[in-house]
């Protein structure tokens, strides 16, 4: 078959409508407002690690009354501490559901699980990168050890996907002990003295500490620095559940192709490794909605955490009152985080009403308790 190729001529003019074409795609039109997002998420994980703090320190000297004998000042115990229990909340979620009242034994727990699973419905997986407290620490040590290694470790793709799936993994296996427990046994288990004491024994955990302990908590901060987000990524079952439940988010951190110039900024920001340069939509469950890529980004409207855009012909008009702004999810958190805690409170499911006379058999013989 007889084919006809193009002239010099034609060819040389295609090619430049081409490329002019292309150019003309990924002319850079810088964001007209610098991004605050980064100042305003450590703001916020900051004022939640301070909230923490003040919790332990007040469920410490809680302790110590009653490990005094009632000597020692009384404090009252902080609520919140349940926070810390993501077993028994899960636990009272499950009895919950199941038998239609609030289990009186640690119900904040599921409290707190409920802000944080409606928090990543709403806002994605904020919950990891704006609250957690244990994330908080995660990324500053990977941080740390950038600074003083000028990078961290990257594992190979095989041996990342499979560290992924352990949290999955641990996950199921809390979720399926939980779920195949008769309800009314998982009352009578938080009921029990090991029940009303779980917040107790954490804390002796760490006060106590042995040998292998530190050996396991050493390691975990070594790799936290070298690996970025080590305990978050390949082993947190809290975040995995956050993780699924995101996926429903209608929240997402979105990329308009016709304002990206392709500059990769996004990609290597990325604290989960997603491929963030070549989607439309991070839709992966370990997107943490941290918004660390929208802040490097420098086109204006390419990269934004944003409801599903418009049909336009724009990109201004296509993002136009879908895009979520910094302010607006700490606003979202702050409405999820002071209302339900409210609610519950309101209704008299924060807190745990036990006399101080079952603690002070209870606490001091925490160690000696078993379930």
Not at 33 to 41: A, V
Request: some cysteine; charged content about 15%.
């Amino acid at each position: 078959m007889l084919t006809l190729s193009p002239s010099p001529g034609e060819v040389s003019a295609s090619e430049n409508a081409t490329a002019k074409q292309a150019k003309q795609k990924k002319i850079l039109v810088r964001r007209v407002s610098p991004d605050r997002s980064q100042g305003i998420r450590r703001a916020v994980q900051l004022a939640f690690l301070v909230l923490n703090a003040v919790i332990g320190v007040q469920f410490i000297l809680w302790v110590r009354y009653f490990e005094s004998g009632g000597t020692a000042r009384y404090f009252e115990r902080p609520a919140g501490v349940d926070g810390w229990l993501p077993i028994a909340g899960l636990m009272n979620l499950r009895y919950f559901l199941v038998v239609g009242t609030v289990p009186p034994i640690h119900p904040s727990a599921m409290v707190l699980l409920c802000v944080f699973l409606v928090s990543s419905l709403l806002v994605k997986k904020a919950f990891c990168s704006w609250l957690c407290p244990v994330g908080t620490v995660s990324e500053y040590l990977w941080k740390l050890g950038r600074k003083l290694f000028r990078h961290n470790l990257v594992l190979p793709k095989w041996l990342d996907v499979a560290l992924r799936g352990l949290k999955y993994v641990l996950l199921a296996f809390f979720v399926y002990i939980v779920f195949t427990m008769p309800a009314m046994d998982l009352g009578d288990f938080l009921a029990s003295p090991f029940g009303i004491v779980a917040d107790v024994k954490m804390l002796n955990f760490f006060r106590y500490m042995g040998f292998v302990g530190i050996i396991v908590i050493l390691a975990l901060v070594v790799l936290s620095v070298l690996v970025q987000n080590f305990w978050c990524r390949f082993l947190c079952p809290y975040g995995a559940l956050m993780g699924i439940v995101s996926v429903l988010s209608p929240v997402k951190i979105r990329r308009d192709a016709q304002a990206c110039i392709d500059c990769g900024k996004c990609n290597k920001a990325c604290p989960s490794l997603l491929p963030v340069d070549s989607l439309v939509r991070i839709r992966s469950v370990e997107c943490t909605g941290c918004m660390e890529c929208v802040a490097v980004c420098p086109a204006e409207n390419a990269l934004q955490m944003a409801l599903l855009p418009q049909k336009a012909e724009t990109a201004a008009a296509r993002w136009r009152g879908r895009v979520l702004m910094p302010r607006t999810i700490v606003a979202v958190l702050a409405i999820v985080f002071l209302g339900l805690i409210g609610t519950a409170r309101i209704t008299g499911h924060w807190q745990t009403n036990l006399a101080r006379e079952v603690y002070m058999q209870l606490v001091p013989n925490a160690e000696n308790i078993d379930h």
